[in-house]
């Protein structure tokens, strides 16, 4: 079973600082990271106004970059095959890039479409060690580790507050969807611009909340319960630009227009104001709701995302009573919804789920947007490993791609390293 453990971060200045200087002949200017995320619970509830619960990954994504006279961008990465891609941002158009390159340069563009000219060309290198294609927001550690050094070069001074950081966000969101052609709902860019070490982010996704009332701390101190967060990496294709996301997206907000809502947060919100705690009370509501939904694939949606919003306070509550039980409880609850209701699931992802509540995990669920990628399971301390090696000898019984694991621990947003 392979383990990804996070990269030095002295040593990942020194090497993508090294990658720059073989490729462009030049020091750079300095170099920044941000981090990949897991979702901890609340799924495909960003782009319906609702809530998620996610933590900054210690891997991370590190960007060496130096500001250029013209309106020339040249990235390289040390994937692949190590030749920079040159793009002129002058007259750059939407999925005017292909391929891994239109994430970095996306931003640039993004930053001079909201109005930000001071923005000119620029060189970058990228090292990373955020698995890519697994579910753990690698798009976003590279597109935020962009935005927070053209920030810096470029002197738009948004990096130093949360409200600031906002603006890169929005940046990053459109230079996924606009430019890679990837549709993303914020959660991934939130995480990896606004997390800070020990705490999970509650994300409040309405879109009439400013940058102070959209998200809280809430301490994530997975030592002091004795517990594990173990990331299994199922290594089946994932991908979010094949239209799967985007169905899922587009059924939600019909959803809506038909219950006569702005989105499916005022569904989960009115229920549950009018339900207090009272659980039954809550579906029965909510049973009410899906009888004015016409087919029967829109109503497990709706089930799902309305469940889901509940979920998060639920889980922050049961974790800061120290009731694991109870967490474990309601990751099972969620990847269930999320694998019956909202279909996102694969074979890889549900088997995963399984083999880890068979080893002992409190619960265990898929993390990000489903259809390959991640999954999280909350364990005893030292359970991690022979819990990932379960899944990956369950996996090769099967035939399935060998997974990889890694240790979840909350980490850093979005910085400066040198
Ligand atoms: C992907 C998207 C996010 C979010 C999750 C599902 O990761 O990029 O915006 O919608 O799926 O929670």
């Excluded at 006569?260 to 909510?286: C, P």
Aim: hydrophobic share 40%; net charge negative.
């Amino acid at each position: 079973m392979q383990y990804l453990e996070p990269l030095n971060a002295k040593e990942a200045v020194g090497k993508v600082a090294e990658l720059f200087v073989d490729t462009f002949g030049a020091a750079p200017k300095g170099v920044w990271s941000a981090p990949g995320r897991v979702n901890l619970i609340g799924e495909h509830t960003d782009y319906n106004a609702g809530l998620c619960l996610p933590i900054a990954l210690p891997h991370r994504t590190f960007i060496a970059v130096a500001p250029r006279e013209s309106g020339v961008a040249r990235v390289v990465s040390s994937f692949g095959d190590r030749k920079p891609v040159t793009v002129d941002l002058d007259g750059l158009k939407v999925r005017g890039v292909d391929g891994w390159a239109a994430y970095p340069i996306g931003v640039a563009w993004a930053l001079r479409q909201a109005g930000f000219e001071t923005v000119k060309g620029f060189d970058a290198a990228f090292v990373s060690c955020v698995p890519v294609g697994g579910g753990l927001s690698s798009s976003a550690a590279m597109t935020c580790s962009t935005a927070l050094a053209l920030d810096d070069i470029y002197g738009l001074g948004f990096g130093g507050s949360d409200e600031g950081r906002v603006k890169l966000i929005e940046a990053a969101m459109k230079a996924e969807n606009d430019m890679a052609g990837a549709s993303t709902g914020g959660l991934d860019q939130n995480a990896s611009m606004r997390c800070t070490p020990n705490h999970a982010l509650l994300l409040d996704c309405r879109p009439e909340l400013d940058a102070l009332h959209s998200v809280s701390q809430q301490p994530f101190d997975l030592d002091s319960l004795g517990l594990e967060l173990l990331v299994v990496d199922t290594q089946a294709s994932h991908q979010l630009n094949d239209g799967q996301y985007e169905a899922r997206r587009s059924m939600c907000e019909d959803a809506a227009k038909t219950l006569g809502v702005e989105n499916l947060r005022v569904v989960a919100d009115r229920i549950s104001q009018s339900a207090g705690d009272d659980a039954d009370a809550a579906q029965a509501s909510l049973s009410d709701v899906l009888d004015k939904l016409p087919d029967e694939t829109m109503k497990k949606r709706v089930r799902h995302v309305v469940t889901e919003i509940w979920r998060v306070p639920q889980f922050v509550h049961a974790f800061a009573a120290g009731d694991v039980k109870e967490a474990g409880r309601l990751f099972n609850a969620s990847h269930d919804s999320l694998a019956h209701d909202y279909e996102v699931t694969v074979p890889e992802l549900d088997v995963a789920v399984d083999v880890a509540r068979h080893h002992g995990a409190y619960g265990a669920r898929m993390t990000g947007g489903g259809f390959g990628g991640s999954i999280i399971a909350l364990v005893d301390k030292g359970k991690g490993r022979p819990v990932a090696q379960a899944i990956a000898d369950e996996f090769a019984h099967r035939g399935f791609h060998a997974p990889r694991a890694l240790a979840a621990v909350a980490s850093d947003s979005a910085r400066r390293e040198a």
